[in-house]
């Protein structure tokens, strides 16, 4: 599975959009990008994936590059309860790995009054 | 998390002792693993399964040993405590087939002495 790179810390206005990057170069052509949060003391939660095309849910929307070699995790209208841990993840979509995610140390993402 | 149940929610141990976390899912989910996540880091993978009666290491596996004899349960062995598996530790599952998102337990957080 790829690495992938992210700022350790953000901070963002409440009702603004917060816009998480993540570098993920050495991406290859059958890995998926996920993205999860991690509120203090809680299990992580998912929130979005994609593969090469824009994705977006209730949670959020995830911008991919044309060439795939980043991303941006955006949340709209952050809320103070989106304050967490985002993480970056890509992986390969199919196969035995499939079980497997390998976490970095994500942003530290504070949403502020 | 609704589906993924852990127990106990803390433990203390003392070095040298033998004690199984328990991780029972009822979504009827193929897939199934144990993180560790120490303070100042992401989540590492130490072993997972991909059904009944299939497990397979991750990146940090010394010192637990897994076993899968039904779908629902997945315990995680400590044979032989040591303080450097002072953690918390979260369970997770997911559905068999590309890019289902995995469900994470509340965690276990682990004390050893």
């Known amino acids: 599975d790829a690495k992938t790179t992210q700022p350790p810390s953000m901070d963002c206005a409440e009702g603004r959009a917060a816009n998480l990057p993540c570098n993920h170069s050495?991406?290859?052509?059958?890995?998926?990008v996920y993205w999860y949060r991690q509120i203090h003391s809680q299990g992580p939660q998912y929130i979005i994936h994609?593969?090469?095309n824009n994705e977006t849910n209730e949670m959020a929307s995830l911008i991919i590059t044309e060439d795939r070699k980043s991303s941006t995790l955006i949340l709209p209208h952050a809320t103070l309860r989106d304050t967490a841990v985002y993480y970056c993840?890509?992986?390969?979509?199919?196969?035995?790995?499939?079980?497997?995610?390998?976490f970095g140390r994500g942003t530290q993402l504070t949403v502020w009054p | 998390n609704a589906g993924v149940t852990q127990t106990p929610k803390f433990q203390v141990l003392k070095t040298g002792q033998s004690m199984t976390l328990q991780c029972a899912q009822d979504?009827?989910?193929?897939?199934m693993s144990w993180y560790r996540q120490d303070p100042g880091m992401g989540l590492r993978l130490i072993h997972y399964?991909?059904?009944?009666?299939?497990?397979d290491q991750g990146e940090v596996p010394n010192g637990y040993n897994v076993s899968r004899s039904t779908t629902e349960d997945f315990p995680l062995r400590l044979l032989s405590a040591a303080p450097s598996q002072t953690s918390v530790y979260f369970c997770?599952?997911?559905?068999?087939?590309?890019?289902?998102?995995?469900?994470f337990g509340d965690g276990t957080r682990l004390s050893i002495l």
């Open positions: 993840i890509v992986r390969v979509g199919r196969g035995s790995t499939l079980g497997r995610l390998y």
């Open positions: 399964s991909v059904g009944a009666g299939i497990t």
């Open positions: 050495t991406i290859s052509g059958n890995e998926y």
């Open positions: 997770a599952t997911s559905r068999q087939g590309p890019n289902q998102p995995q469900h």
């Open positions: 994609g593969l090469k």
């Open positions: 979504m009827n989910h193929e897939y």
